[in-house]
């Protein structure tokens, strides 16, 4: 199992996260990518997979990038700066970039010229997109289409979308990341509806840690209304298998044949070292 979204630089890991580490691949998973959303927490990933690299050894890859809620913060500096972290091996891709006019936290001037920078910088250094979209589907699909042939890849992270999207996406070649939202029995259903769809060489999971605690799983931690005794209601990558259980339901396939695919995809989409080496 490969987690592709973690936000290990989350404040909610500050206390433990030798211990999260520890738990998360004593779990089964082979490798974590690190989200950066903006300059700085990009700048924390690397360093947080630069000093763990001896004792977990291609097990800790990151993005670099700035996501469409701190777009605001984009300076020239920002530029160069995420250029040169792509140069790093342990920097996989592009991103967390793209639009979300949910709540335009940064507005969408500025989400919009950050996104076509980073496009860019997917295109020079050869690596992957990862993208972010909340409301802003037709805009964002424009601007990939029109930049198809200069990315490499791309994926879709935390894939909520309508089918449509689903389709388009798809249509462009491009990867589906699938977290613990489809293990919510109250927003999730239709996106388990329609999971099945994802070509099995497109799927990719990730629980988004420490976000969207999947709902299915049991015995349920104290947050969830369970009695064991779990410390809150914050996610871990531990938790990754609960994600790939309920994607293994959606397709009428085995746990373990989910969790190979989407290893496999992930190695090949962010090329990883080989893992068991
Ligand atoms: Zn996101």
Redesign the pocket.
């Known amino acids: 199992m490969i987690d592709i979204g973690v936000n290990l630089t989350n404040g909610q890991f500050k206390n433990d996260l030798e211990q999260v580490l520890e738990e998360s691949f004593a779990s089964g998973l082979k490798a974590m990518i690190l989200t950066g959303t903006d300059l700085e927490s990009s700048i924390e990933c690397l360093r947080l997979c630069e000093t763990h690299s001896e004792k977990y050894p291609n097990q800790l890859f990151c993005t670099a990038g700035v ?1 469409p809620h701190d777009a605001s913060s984009w300076t020239a500096e920002t530029k160069t700066e995420l250029r040169q972290l792509l140069e790093n091996p342990a920097v996989v891709a592009s991103g ?1 970039t793209g639009l979300d006019f949910n709540r335009n936290y940064s507005n969408k001037e500025e989400q919009i010229s950050a996104f076509e920078y980073q496009i860019e910088l997917a295109a020079d250094s050869s690596k992957p997109l990862f993208l ?1 979209e909340r409301d802003a589907f037709e805009t964002q699909f424009d601007m990939l289409r029109n930049c198809r042939d200069d990315i490499p890849q791309a994926v879709v ?2 894939f909520t979308g309508s089918k449509e999207a689903l389709f388009a996406y798809l249509d462009l070649d491009f990867y589906i990341g699938i977290t613990g939202w489809i293990c919510d029995e109250r927003r999730g259903t239709e996106l388990a509806g329609m999971v099945a769809n994802i070509p099995l060489d497109r799927l990719m999971v990730e629980t988004d840690a420490p976000f969207l605690l999947p709902r299915n799983i049991d015995p349920k931690p104290v947050s969830l209304g369970g009695k064991s005794k779990g410390k809150s209601r914050r996610n871990e990558p531990r938790y990754l298998s609960w994600v790939i259980k309920k994607i293994a339901e959606c397709y009428g396939m085995s746990e373990e044949e989910i969790a190979q695919a989407t290893t496999s995809n992930a190695q090949e989409f962010f090329q990883l070292p080989n893992l068991n080496a």
Do not use: D, I, S
Request: hydrophobic fraction near 0%.
């Open positions: 996501h967390e972010h992270h935390c």
